[in-house]
């Protein structure tokens, strides 16, 4: 009898060291958990500011290979703040960077396309490239010249009718764009039109976050 009850108390003792365990050794993993699980966070936030980054080099890099033409101004930023989103701005620029796509030189047009239930529309900031515009003045890479004042310029296309199918996403994390220009020690955001401006911060709004890029362009108009 006393064997049994000796045994029977040695089986509830090693029951409750193994519960003891189990809880010390959770409470020690803990903290392993938690840190790994905040690698992972930024990581994954290192992740999305790279491909921001990328997606702001690739603006920068059209916008610094923009072309002079005779016939129309070479870069336009569209201010615009759609419904419930302020940050729908949209860049349009007459630049070389499609020759170093095997293409001629033409509009290269950058806009977020927001997320839509009634599309199927991937959302996400596009990159559109359009050859092959005629223009008054067959210059600067145009492909052929209008014998008519009524054909519209390259840069007179309007960026929302172009569809996603046609462009390239390039940051599907984007949901956002704002351009800024400095006043003074401002930065404000505006339209404009013209040659290249001496500077100009890019804000691209992500799905968590955001990532501000400032640029100045040595040949811009002085």
């Not at 620029?93 to 509009?107: D, F, L, R, T």
């Not at 047009?109 to 596009?126: C, H, K, M, Q, T």
């Not at 401006?197 to 976050?209: K, S």
């Amino acid at each position: 009898m006393k064997n049994r009850r000796a045994r029977g108390f040695t089986l509830i003792e090693i029951l409750l060291v193994v519960g003891l365990v189990g809880i010390i050794a959770s409470a020690a993993l803990a903290p392993l958990v938690v840190t790994v699980r905040s690698l992972e966070e930024a990581q994954a936030r290192w992740g999305r500011r790279h491909n921001a980054r990328d997606a702001a080099d690739a603006m920068y890099r059209d916008l610094r290979l923009a072309l002079r033409n005779p016939s129309f101004q070479s870069v336009r930023i569209i201010h615009e703040e759609s419904l419930g989103n302020d940050a729908d701005d949209r860049l349009v620029m007459w630049s070389a960077a499609p020759k170093y796509e095997g293409k001629s030189a033409g509009v290269v047009v950058y806009r977020v396309l927001p997320e839509d239930s009634f599309s199927d529309d991937a959302p996400g900031l596009y990159r559109w490239v359009i050859c092959g515009q005629p223009s008054l003045h067959a210059q600067s890479g145009d492909v052929f010249g209008a014998e008519s004042a009524d054909v519209p310029e390259p840069m007179d296309i309007d960026p929302d009718d172009l569809e996603a199918k046609d462009g390239e996403l390039i940051l599907s994390t984007a949901r956002g764009l704002r351009f800024w220009f400095p006043h003074g020690d401002e930065w404000e955001r505006e339209d404009y039109e013209g040659w290249l401006p001496q500077i100009l911060r890019a804000e691209i709004v992500l799905a968590e976050g955001s990532y501000v890029r400032t640029e100045r362009f040595v040949n811009a108009e002085k």
